[in-house]
């Protein structure tokens, strides 16, 4: 059973910073992309940033300039970097590990049990 193990979440307010961990094996089956998702109550889950083994790198728009995902293939750790928080942002985060560089999430096939950040106003 492959494990993703997030970290990092809390409430802050709005302006303020986060920085999520995920820790997982950087290959699993041929699954080497690393990404984000979040899924609001009431809402489906969407791609926040994804990232290759390589470095290749997609955001979604709504984050672009806000955060910044990066990974440490040494430590098996992704990590997700949030900066000027809106309380739009406020949903659970999930690690995934997926088989392309993309933000939809049928291409994952690994998930995390999910880090909840909250954003007040």
């Known amino acids: 059973q492959v494990q993703l193990r997030e970290s990092g979440g809390d409430l802050v307010q709005a302006g303020g910073s986060l920085k999520l961990a995920c820790i997982g094996p950087?290959?699993?089956?041929?699954?080497?992309?690393r990404g984000w998702f979040r899924q609001a109550p009431g809402k489906g889950r969407e791609g926040v940033a994804v990232i290759g083994y390589g470095g290749s790198i997609e955001y979604a728009d709504s984050v672009k300039g806000r955060f910044t995902i990066s990974r440490n293939n040494a430590n098996d750790t992704v990590y997700l970097q949030m900066n000027s928080l809106k309380p739009m942002d406020t949903a659970m985060y999930y690690c995934a590990a997926g088989s392309a560089l993309s933000l939809n999430p049928n291409w994952v096939h690994y998930w995390g049990q999910g880090t909840q950040v909250t954003v007040s106003s």
């Open positions: 950087g290959y699993i089956h041929g699954n080497t992309y």
